[in-house]
T-cell receptor, first 116, second 110 residues
Framework: EAGVAQSPRYKIIEKRQSVAFWCNPISGHATLYWYQQILGQGPKLLIQFQNNGVVDDSQLPKDRFSAERLKGVDSTLKIQPAKLEDSAVYLC??????????????FGPGTRLTVT | QKEVEQNSGPLSVPEGAIASLNCTYSDRGSQSFFWYRQYSGKSPELIMFIYSNGDKEDGRFTAQLNKASQYVSLLIRDSQPSDSATYLCAGTDSSYKLIFGSGTRLLVRP
């Protein structure tokens, strides 16, 4: 079974520029997540999709971040304009549902973003 | 604010010893808990999940959950240098969103 795919793996941009990340989840996984992981911290959820609908985007800085999952499969996360504090690893995850109602999440390799 | 707390470490143990990693959580509504391993420069990898009080064993790993004390732990038996990594604890909130701790760095000395 193929894992979660992400691209690019690395990106360096200047502040105020824009950037986009792509994610393709594990086949059949309806739920897709975007996380931001700053060095030394745990992943922080930015947005969660169920199929092509948004379940939770409460921690997404909507003035500069946007995400879409138009056909319920792959997804794009965009930052415009980028700030220095956006330097982080952006992780995409997808999940299947466990018997207890919770979700077992699998992560992609991540995109390391450096904003200079 | 719902939080998951972990000691950042590093926790240093000799090869062959038992490593004990601990995690506390603030949300009494949390139902399920997950342990992820993250090697430097890599993404988190799911090791185990637990949602019932007590112990759950999988190979060299044992997860323990005590909901009354709001405490989760991960034991690694016969620790190997390849186990050296950061271990992330995560709990679900009422909407099954994962709340991660900041991780504990484990060093296994040969």
């Amino acid at each position: 079974e193929a894992g979660v795919a992400q691209s690019p793996r690395y990106k360096i941009i200047e502040k105020r520029q824009s950037v986009a990340f792509w994610c393709n989840p594990i086949s059949g996984h309806a739920t897709l997540y975007w996380y931001q992981q700053i060095l030394g911290q745990g992943p922080k959820l930015l947005i969660q999709f169920q199929n092509n609908g948004v379940v939770d985007d409460s921690q997404l800085p909507k003035d500069r971040f946007s995400a879409e999952r138009l056909k319920g499969v792959d997804s794009t996360l965009k930052i415009q304009p980028a700030k220095l504090e956006d330097s982080a690893v952006y992780l995409c995850a997808s999940s299947s549902r466990l018997a207890g109602g919770s979700y077992e999440q699998y992560f992609g390799p991540g995109t390391r973003l450096t904003v200079t | 604010q719902k939080e998951v707390e972990q000691n950042s470490g590093p926790l240093s143990v000799p090869e062959g010893a038992i490593a004990s990693l601990n995690c506390t959580y603030s949300d009494r509504g949390s139902q399920s808990f997950f342990w992820y391993r993250q090697y430097s420069g890599k993404s988190p990898e799911l090791i185990m999940f637990i949602y019932s009080n007590g112990d759950k064993e999988d190979g060299r790993f044992t997860a323990q959950l005590n909901k009354a004390s709001q405490y989760v732990s991960l034991l690694i038996r016969d620790s190997q240098p390849s186990d050296s990594a950061t271990y992330l604890c995560a709990g679900t909130d009422s909407s099954y969103k994962l709340i991660f701790g900041s991780g504990t760095r484990l060093l296994v000395r040969p």
